[in-house]
Nanobody, 117 residues
Framework: QVQLVESGGGLVQPGGSLRLSCAASRGIFVISAMGWYRQAPGKQRELVATITRGGRTNYADSVKGRFTISRDNDKNTVYLQMNSLKPEDTAVYYC???????????WGQGTQVTISS
């Protein structure tokens, strides 16, 4: 079974930066695309960014130009560099791995990101 371990969350001021990491293990070779999702209190979980094995990326309009997703296939790790953070970015951020061959997704435990003055 695939296991995803997230790190890098925390509390920062508006305009600050954070870098999230997600390391995959246990069945990592079944993962094709990876991504980041977030969920704020009382809201639906939403897509933040995705990246394929080949490095093709996709971003939500709300983070485009501020966030950058990247992937290190040798380390089986995906990153999310978050710059110019806003209070509305506050949420629990979840790492996602898509196992297309199995027709299912794997999820990390989530890491809290809070932007406040």
């Amino acid at each position: 079974q695939v296991q995803l371990v997230e790190s890098g969350g925390g509390l920062v001021q508006p305009g600050g930066s954070l870098r999230l990491s997600c390391a995959a293990s246990r069945g990592i070779f079944v993962i094709s695309a990876m991504g980041w999702y977030r969920q704020a209190p009382g809201k639906q979980r939403e897509l933040v960014a995705t990246i394929t094995r080949g490095g093709r990326t996709n971003y939500a309009d709300s983070v485009k130009g501020r966030f950058t997703i990247s992937r290190d296939n040798d380390k089986n790790t995906v990153y999310l560099q978050m710059n110019s953070l806003k209070p509305e970015d506050t949420a629990v951020y979840y790492c996602n791995g898509n196992a297309a061959v199995l027709g299912r997704d794997y999820w990390g435990q989530g890491t809290q990101v809070t932007i406040s003055s």
